[in-house]
């Protein structure tokens, strides 16, 4: 009987005959991936710990892509639309990083500690990456260099970061250049410090969410803000599953463990986006 036209095709098999590599693994080189864990201990959460650090330095570098996609876009054309766009990703992009936490956020004491000192000297704020998007926030600082210094291409990234405006001093350059009242002391500031906030960026800030909500600027603060809240929801959490692990003893590193990211967690990215709404 032949196959009316109301009956389902079977489906054809998939192209299975590939010489060498297959394209997925060409484009997505998922061999490398797989084979990048080299636990240095037996416990078998090891492997957990590493896959999973390993993924947020993949989130870092995504973020920070994002990142300086919408610092250029403003810097070099005043294109909002391309920066919101990219900034939205990111924010898609952040909760997933901040997802990454749930595999490590009930370790106990004890779980950690079983390797624990295969980190030896090893610490998340040495990630080069991690620091680079903390360099586009505006949080800059020449001394996280120098961890580096062995590694030049690495180096030469950051510092090259450093020396950049971040993402911040474009969307205030943003602002002046759309009439708000920016002081030079802000346009004009040594982009490779740690920003300080300003009163007049506040008022300009003020005057923006006082105007009308659906102007470009009004969403662009708004897409910034969700940025700022999931970086420190990122802070937080990492505070939060290290007290959980280790108390209040020292972090690898030679950092303070838990009173350095209690700090860290402490600071409002953008912050007169989080002032301002008190004086509207």
Known sequence: MSQTAHEPHEPETPHLDFEGTTPYEDYVRADVLTHLQHPLSDDPGEMVFLVTTQVMELWFTVIVHEWETAAHALRTADDIPTAIAALKRSIRELEALNA???????????????????LGEGSGFQSAMYRRMEFLLGDKSASMLVPHRGAPRVHAELEKALQEPS?????????????????????????????????EVERAWTAVYAGDPEDELA??????????????????????????????????????????????????????????RSHV
């Not at 993402?167 to 300080?196: F, M, N, T």
């Not at 599953?241 to 972090?251: D, F, N, Q």
């Open 167 to 199: 993402l911040y001093d474009e969307v205030l350059r943003l602002l002046a250049r759309r009439g708000h009242a920016i002081p030079q002391s802000v346009l004009r500031r040594d982009v490779a410090l740690r920003y300080e906030p300003s009163p």
């Open 219 to 276: 969403r662009l603060g708004e897409v910034l803000t969700d940025v700022a809240e999931l970086v420190w929801r990122w802070r937080n959490d990492h505070l939060v599953a290290t007290r959980r692990a280790m108390g209040a003893k020292a972090g690898t590193g030679g950092s303070a463990g838990v009173a350095w990211l209690e700090k860290r967690a402490r600071k409002n990215v953008f912050p007169e986006l989080w002032t301002a």
């Open 100 to 118: 990454s936490w749930t595999p490590l956020a009930h370790l106990t004491p004890a779980q950690f500690n079983s390797y624990r000192s295969a």
